[in-house]
Each structure stands twice: as C-alpha cells, then as structure tokens.
C-alpha cells in the first residue's frame, strides 16, 4: 500500500544542508495499523506529509497503492490525496466558518460528486462517528474529542484506501482520546489501512506494528543505541532526575 | 464549483465585514468615479450617425489665405460666394450648405404666444444625407430648392405645439409674418455631438426645431444666428455682405465610398485652383474634406475637462485597486490554515485559484452594486462640474449598468490575481505542522 525505498527529504539553505529523512525505509501492506514513533524532531510528521503527498521528497522512491508519485504533478497529487487518502490531524483542522456537515462534504466536492451521493456519504460518516445530530453545529460549539470525530468522518467519507493519522489524540483527554482511539480500531478492523504518528507509547502499543524513527531513519529498536540513549532520557525526564 | 466558490464568497463576505467593508468602498467608489465620468466621455465622443459617418464630409476652401488662417489650416465655414459655386457644380451624390436661423413661430391660435425656434437653412438633400427620420411627409427636392419656395419641415414637438401631434403635411405655419406649407415633421431626432454644426454649438444643443430651405432664407435676408467671421470690411448692406469673404455657412456632401470622396476632394481642389485662375484666391488650392469623426475630433468636440477627469477618474480607481490588493492579501493570508486543509484533502491549485478568485468576484459584485448607486448619484449630480448641455447627456443606461458591474467585477478579481497566487503557494504541509 505505501512503501518508501531509500527516501531521503533535505532542507537547503545557501550554507546549509539539513536531513529531515535519510535513508528512510517503510513498507506497509494493506489493511495494516502501524504506530510511527519517536523522539520530536525525529522526522515523523515528515514521513507523514511525505507519505499524505503534502510535501515532496529529494531523493529515492515512494510508492503509494502502487503509482511511484515522484513524478507526479500538482494535479495529480491533489486527486490521489482526494480519493485515496484520509487525514486525520492532531489541532482537527476543521475549517471554523463551515458547519459539520460541510466540513466533511469538502473532500467529496473536490472529487466532483453529485449532491445526493455527498449527502448520502456525509450521514452515514457522521452516524459512524456519533455525530449525525449535530450536523449544523460549528465546529466551535463542540468539544474536542467531538471536533476530532467529525475530522475522521470527513476523512473516512471520501472512502479512502489509506488513512494518515498525526497525534490524533494528543490533544484530547484521556477518556476522549481512548474513545477517538477505539474509534480508529473499528475502521482498521472494518480493514482500513492506518498509519498514526504519536508520542504515546500506549497509543502505539494497540498498533498491530510498531516503526521507530530517530534522526530521519526507521531503526531496529534493539540494536540502535540512539534508541537506548532516547529511552534513558525519557526515563530521567520522567523520574525528575 | 461555481456555485460552490460563489457560494463560499457570499459567506466570507459576512467574515470580516470591516475588511470586507473597506474593500467594498474602496471597488464602490472607484468604479462610481470611473464610470460617471465614462458617461460623460462616452456621450460627448459618441458617433452621432455611425451608420454614415464614414459617408458624410465636411468641406473647408481657404478663401482668406496664408495671412488669415491658422497654421495653414482653412477655415470651418464657408462664405457665400464658394456655397453658391459648389452647389452649382453639384459635383457630390448629395451636398447641402446650411446656416443657423432664429425665426419665430406665430401660432394660429390667439392664445399661444409667439416662440422663437431653433432651425437651419439648408437644402433638400440634407434629409436624405442625415438620416433625419419622419413622422410624416418628407423633406423637400430640387424645385422647392431652386425655386426659393415657402415650404418648412418642423420637429415633432413644434407639432404637437401647433397641431397637437396630428398629421400636418400641407397645412401652413406663419413664421416671421409669412406662411409655409408643412412638407413633413420629424420624428426624434437630435444627434449628439450634433455633428452638422459644431461650429456654432460646440457640439451639444437643443435639438432643431425647424428646416427651412437655404434659398428661401437668403431671399428673405435671413441672417445667421451662429458665428459670421470676416476678415475684413464686408461693405454695407445685405448683398454687399452675402458677397464678401465673410464666413458663416457649413457645407456638407455625400460620397457613398472613399472613390467617390477622393473624386470629390480633387474636384473641391480644382474649384480652388479656378478661383485662383480667376484671381479671386491668390494662393494655391488649400482645401479639406473631413468625415463626420474626422470633423468633431478637428473640432474638438470632446470637452478637455470630460478626457481629463476619465483620465483622473481611472487613476482614483487604479488607486482603489492598489489597496483592494492589500486588503485582499490580509483577507486570504489569514485563511492560511483553511488553505492547508482544502489543500490536503484533495483541492490542487488550480482550485484554491478558482475560489479565491470567485470570492474576489463576490467582493467585487458587491461593489459593483455600490458603484452602481453611487454612479446613479454621479450621473445626477455631473452637471455641477460639466456643461449642463453636456452633462444632461450623461445617462445611467442598461449599458453602462451593465458595464459597472463587469468593471467593479473584472478590477477586482484581476487585483486579486497577486493575493490569490499568494494563497495558491500556501505550503499544506508547513501550514498543518505549524497547527
């Protein structure tokens, strides 16, 4: 489904180069749940813009539902980002001044559907999320964990192949984000295919697979010292020592 | 899409309303400025007879001479002596000379007053050469012509005056204490710029009241009541005058293609060269024969003041703009994080262009609705600025409605184009890493 062979993302300036991917791997088959972790600034969310077509790449191939994208154009990219793939925000990025109804119609106008079809499309991804009733609603009349269910019904109207998920609940509670997490499992089981960046190791132990990025890099936990040294790091951070 | 982004305008109208507010003004105003003084252009540059304005000429004969003219240029009238010779050699399709009169109209009945009305002295061919339209009857042809004869064709207001707007071809009007027979009234009728004689109106006037034929009234020793220049004592009396040098007459012919003209300027320039054989002009031929745009650009009939607050105006409006680009940049630059989104759920550039600038299409219908009051107020009040005879032709129109809504709308979506590039460029990914 997204398989990235070699994939490198450089940020030039006139004196400097910076490696925000090196030599990044990944392969993940469809209908897999993989948890992408790691330390901040290790290049998560860049993989995942990669990943989402949002951002282009300097080097190496990336292969998504089998097209290699490196080529592709602006218009191109928009329409695989249309149809193919779902995102899922950690700030929801609802757009204020649209009601709930049509925040989710706004991937399926994009895709040019007729009106029926996105109204048909928009209550059954709002009844999935337990939000049908609150349709007319903006999105600053709702809570946070009700915001982030009408960003996942509109990620999820579009029926996308492949759905992008960056610290979905890192701005939630902890009742909410388990019910935003719970929600996410149902769509993995009913076979979608999710890859989450986040922190929380919790979140990412209900993954079926974890991958580990530190410095730009996929890392085999048990063999990288850099892992080890964020691990011991984290430990001191949290026992205040 | 169209509906959507129309739609998604009309809403972000309401977002902002001061910023939306200030670009409305700003569109509402410069397209008021532009357009009220564009009805004032457009009126005094109008083509008065399109249909025959590349077949109408105006003829000048220098019968003053190097030491009288300007620049070489001959003058815009002509005297007697060279009328009564080119109307003899009828050289054109159709020629007629003519002159302002100002006779007064006696009514039949008592109970109206005498009224001055505002007529020409012209020959038969001019009703056929202008175009002039008719209610009923017709203008009058050669006999009535050469015979002098006591016959008029009147406006159709002059008729419903007199005859309360029933047919009145062959009754009689005593003008001046003598009587003519109604050959045929006017339907409207009142070219603007009245191309025929800006020489004596500047170009705008009322319209004429009544025609009567040239050769009648030089019988009947009518003088003219527009400008009569001479460059030199005309001698006393009416028939030492009619004979001078002084100029005081238009003349106007017909050519029905540029064949025809060119066949015509070369007899107007053999005529000349006659009357220099002759010893009457002791210069060489200097003679001109202008189309009718010809004629009212030599005779500058578009007031300088009108091409200059236009030019003013569009400035004013240019300005306007300049800040609706400003005011527009603020409006889509704080849209940054709706950008990102749109963006990452499938909008490709090319559409955030298309909503961006159809929502500057909405600022600018709005506007455009505002200019258009506004230039309903500028039309009205145009006469404190313009001459009144020019302003009252400055009229708010299907058109020129039409027109201000396409320009508020047009200006403002190409102001938009630099805003609406800045949104287009808006990085999805930086935008939703930076939320």
């Known amino acids: 489904m997204l398989k990235m062979t070699h994939l490198s993302k450089v940020y030039r300036t006139e004196v400097v180069e910076t490696y925000a991917l090196r030599d990044f791997n990944i392969d993940v088959k469809e209908g897999e749940f993989v948890a992408v972790t790691g330390p901040s600034g290790s290049g998560k969310t860049t993989f995942l813009t990669i990943a989402g077509l949002l951002e282009t790449f300097t080097g190496g191939e990336y292969h998504l539902d089998g097209v290699e994208v490196s080529h592709l154009n602006d218009n191109a990219r928009s329409k695989i980002r249309n149809e193919k793939i779902g995102f899922i925000f950690q700030a929801f990025n609802l757009i204020p001044d649209l009601n709930v109804f049509d925040n989710v119609e706004v991937p399926l106008r994009y895709r040019g559907m007729k009106a029926a079809e996105r109204k048909k499309r928009i209550m059954e991804s709002l009844e999935r999320v337990g939000l049908a009733s609150r349709a007319k609603h903006y999105p600053a009349e709702l809570s946070g964990g009700q915001q982030q269910r009408v960003a996942i019904a509109r990620a999820l109207a579009g029926s996308p192949r492949l759905l992008l998920a960056d610290e979905p609940t890192g701005n939630l509670d902890t009742q909410m984000a388990r019910s935003v997490m719970e929600l996410l499992e149902e769509i993995h089981r009913e076979g979608a295919t999710i890859v989450m960046v986040t922190h929380d190791p919790e979140l990412a132990a209900r993954a079926q697979r974890n991958v580990h990025v530190i410095d730009g890099q996929v890392v085999d936990l048990a063999e990288d010292p850099r892992f080890h040294a964020h691990v011991a790091q984290v430990a001191d951070a949290t026992h205040g020592r | ?435």
């Open chain 2, 1 to 435: 899409m169209f509906a959507y982004y129309f739609q998604l305008g009309l809403r972000s109208l309401r977002r902002n309303p001061i910023l939306t507010a200030l670009m409305v003004m700003a569109i509402g105003f410069g397209v008021a400025a532009s357009m009220t003084t564009y009805a004032v252009f457009r009126a005094t540059s109008n083509n008065p007879i399109p249909e025959k304005s590349s077949q109408l000429f105006a003829v000048q004969i220098d019968n003053w001479g190097p030491e009288d003219t300007k620049n070489g240029e001959p003058s815009s009238s002509l005297s007697y002596t060279d009328v009564i010779g080119l109307m003899a050699a009828h050289k054109a399709r159709r020629q007629t000379a003519m002159y302002p009169v100002g006779p007064s109209v006696i009514p039949a009945d008592a109970h109206l007053l005498p009224f001055n009305v505002n007529s020409y002295a012209v020959y038969g061919d001019a009703f056929p050469m202008f175009d002039i339209p008719f209610l009923y009857g017709s203008g009058w042809g050669a006999a009535e012509d050469d015979g002098h004869a006591a016959v008029v064709v009147i406006a159709r207001a002059i008729n419903d005056k007199l005859f309360n707007g029933a047919n009145s071809v062959g009754r009689e009007i005593n003008i001046d204490g003598r009587n003519y027979r109604i050959t045929g009234v006017m339907d409207s009728w009142n070219p603007q710029p009245l191309f025929f004689d800006p020489v004596n109106t500047s170009g705008f006037d009322d319209p004429v009241d009544l025609f009567i034929p040239f050769t009648r009234a030089i019988e009947l020793k009518m003088g003219t009541a527009g400008n009569n220049n001479c460059n030199k004592n005309s001698g006393d009396g009416w028939d030492a005058w009619l004979h001078s040098e002084c100029i005081w007459a238009q003349y106007w012919v017909e050519a029905s293609s540029k064949a025809d003209a060119d066949a015509y300027l070369r007899s107007l320039q053999g005529y000349a060269a006659e009357q220099q054989r002759a010893g009457r002009f002791r210069w060489p031929p200097n003679v001109r024969l202008r189309n009718v745009q010809e004629w009212l650009e030599f005779q500058k009939v578009v007031p300088p003041e009108s091409k200059i607050s236009l030019l003013v105006a569009l400035a004013f409006l240019l300005i306007c703009l300049v800040n609706t680009v400003g005011l527009l940049l603020a409006k889509f630059m704080r849209r940054a994080a709706e950008i990102g989104v749109r963006r990452a759920l499938g909008a490709s550039r090319r559409e955030i262009y298309g909503q961006f600038l159809i929502e500057a299409g909405t600022v600018g219908l709005a506007g455009g609705l505002l200019g258009l009051l506004l230039t309903g107020l500028g039309v009205v009040g145009v006469s404190w600025v313009f001459d009144p005879k020019v302003a009252r032709l400055a009229t708010l129109d299907a058109s020129l409605v039409a027109l201000t809504l396409l320009v508020a709308v047009l200006a403002t979506v190409m102001a938009a184009f630099y805003p609406t590039w800045r949104a287009a460029q808006v990085q999805p990914a930086w935008q939703l890493k930076s939320n």
